[in-house]
């Protein structure tokens, strides 16, 4: 339909290098690069479908040029927003679990799973048993974290570090927790937020590149770089 469009008339012959070079020209600059990538997978699966009919004896589309998106810079908190989600918590559970966050920089997922047999007390680390990666990860044990561990485990003692009722915390549990914390301090919370703002506020504080990376857990350590 678009190509029909661009120049109304025109048949499969005329679908050169050339012509798709105007058309790419014309399309492309009014499309996010998404919505590009996406008309150009669908445009060389016609073509070859067409060449599967022996319509067309090359895929003229394979000439389409893949469209760049430009990389999102992690969504993260500025640390004059932290004491504001703290004093917005209405219960001192939800407080560790959040100071626990952004102390740590752990995923939702691996603060759910953290069992009191991973903290490593004596060795002076917690060890993360799998991560993104699936690679195990340690984090060390700093006096802040300590003292928010031993706390939660007073509040809710059991097998795992959080949990309610002596189960884990369901992850789209502490997912809507956030969401409605958000609506509380008016501005976005979340705990990849926390996750992204505790490797951005460490780096800006000196913290080595290479040290934050191994505590987030990135495979590569340009993730941790673009933060």
Sequence with gaps: GRL????????????????????????????????????????????NRAMAWRWMAANPFLALTRAKAKKKRPKRLLQEQIPLIIAAIPNEFWRLVTLFLYATG?????????ERSHVRRTQGFIEIETNKENEPKVIAITPEIDWIVT?????????????RDGNPLHPEAVA??????????KFAVSTHRFRHSHGTHRMEAGDNLKAVSSTLGHADIRTTADF
């Excluded at 679908?15 to 590009?36: G, I, N, V």
Aim: proline fraction near 5%; aromatic fraction near 12%.
């Design 151 to 163: 706390q939660a485990e007073k509040i809710a003692p059991s097998r795992y570090v959080f949990s």
């Design 106 to 114: 752990v995923r939702r997922q691996e603060l759910c799973n953290l």
């Design 4 to 47: 029909l469009k661009f120049r109304p008339g025109s048949t499969l012959a005329d679908l050169t290098e050339s012509w798709l070079a105007d058309y790419e020209r014309a399309e492309r600059p009014r499309l996010s690069p998404h919505s590009w990538n996406s008309q150009r997978r669908t445009l060389r699966a016609l073509g």
């Design 176 to 185: 809507n927790y956030y969401r409605w914390i958000s609506r509380k301090v």
